[in-house]
């Protein structure tokens, strides 16, 4: 196992590096102008002349449009899916059986509910009033206006797709297609930043669950597994901001 998990990642492509920091500022260059064109919609509804963009709040999204978050995600995936055509890279395994793909991500699952059940007690623990994490309440707060079943295919499928894609797929097999331990360590770290952690501890709940999907593409050298897990994770806990 440890053998297989060592070996660099197969299906190279010439200056894979540039190629994956080059998409990467493709795809941050999408979710700006989106989010500038939504605004822009806002204000052309509203007819409010301008927008406080230093005092904003993502919710402020929903509001203009409650289709904000998908158009954003949905966005984010065509540049994504693009970049990755137009290069060769090959980050799918189409012929992967879909019942072991299911079983597995259930499983892996499991290892990280127990993970985040664990980690939860510590974030008590450290601060006896604390109830979620500072990203968490951020997207209750977000999507509250936003109907279910958006909120949902948001948060729960195109998000993890996107973050798979970005963070195991680009970053773990093609920044550093030599070293896949510095890889996983690489994309475990900015994962725990994106979420946006209010203190190190946080930061370290997000970076453990990021561990956690980047070993599973480490061993199964399947994205698709970690997908799953990621999917099946954010559909807990969308199910869960709505008390479901």
Same mark, same amino acid.
């Given at each position: 196992? %440890?053998? $297989? =998990?060592?070996? #660099?990642?197969?299906?190279?492509?010439? #200056?894979?590096? %540039?190629?994956?920091?080059?998409?990467?500022? +493709?795809?941050? @260059?999408?979710?700006?102008?989106? /989010?500038?064109?939504?605004?822009?919609?806002?204000?052309?509804?509203?007819?409010?002349?301008?927008?406080?963009? @230093?005092?904003?709040?993502?919710?402020?999204?929903?509001?203009?449009?409650?289709?904000?978050?998908?158009?954003?995600?949905?966005? #984010? &995936?065509?540049? &994504?899916?693009?970049?990755?055509?137009?290069?060769?890279?090959?980050?799918?395994? %189409?012929?992967?059986?879909?019942?072991?793909?299911?079983?597995?991500?259930? +499983?892996?699952?499991?290892? =990280?509910?127990?993970?985040?059940? *664990?980690?939860?007690?510590?974030? *008590? +623990?450290?601060?006896?009033?604390? /109830?979620?994490?500072?990203?968490? #309440?951020?997207?209750?707060?977000?999507?509250?206006?936003?109907?279910?079943?958006?909120?949902? &295919?948001?948060?729960?499928?195109?998000?993890?797709? @996107?973050? /798979?894609?970005?963070?195991?797929?680009?970053? =773990?097999?093609?920044?550093?297609?030599?070293?896949? %331990?510095?890889?996983?360590? *690489?994309?475990?770290?900015?994962?725990?930043?994106?979420?946006?952690? +209010?203190?190190?501890?946080?930061?370290?709940?997000?970076?453990?669950?990021?561990? *956690?999907?980047?070993?599973?593409?480490?061993?199964? $050298? $399947?994205?698709?597994?970690?997908?799953?897990?990621?999917?099946?994770?954010?559909? @807990?806990?969308?199910? =869960?901001?709505?008390?479901?």
């Amino acid at each position: 196992m %440890w053998q $297989r =998990m060592n070996q #660099a990642w197969q299906d190279p492509v010439k #200056a894979s590096w %540039w190629k994956v920091l080059l998409l990467i500022g +493709a795809y941050l @260059v999408s979710q700006i102008l989106a /989010e500038w064109g939504l605004i822009q919609y806002g204000l052309a509804q509203s007819g409010i002349d301008s927008y406080d963009l @230093v005092g904003a709040d993502l919710s402020d999204l929903v509001y203009i449009h409650p289709w904000a978050f998908v158009i954003l995600e949905a966005i #984010a &995936l065509v540049v &994504l899916i693009l970049g990755v055509s137009i290069w060769g890279f090959k980050l799918f395994d %189409w012929t992967l059986n879909k019942w072991k793909l299911l079983v597995g991500g259930f +499983a892996i699952y499991g290892i =990280m509910y127990c993970y985040l059940t *664990i980690y939860d007690q510590v974030l *008590i +623990a450290y601060n006896p009033a604390f /109830e979620t994490t500072q990203n968490q #309440a951020a997207l209750q707060v977000s999507t509250q206006g936003a109907p279910f079943l958006l909120t949902f &295919l948001a948060l729960a499928i195109l998000g993890p797709i @996107v973050e /798979e894609i970005l963070f195991r797929g680009l970053v =773990m097999k093609y920044l550093l297609p030599q070293l896949p %331990w510095l890889g996983l360590g *690489i994309s475990s770290v900015i994962f725990g930043l994106l979420h946006q952690p +209010a203190n190190a501890l946080e930061w370290g709940l997000y970076a453990g669950m990021g561990l *956690i999907l980047g070993l599973t593409y480490l061993k199964t $050298r $399947r994205l698709e597994y970690a997908i799953c897990v990621h999917i099946i994770n954010n559909c @807990v806990a969308v199910m =869960m901001m709505h008390g479901l």
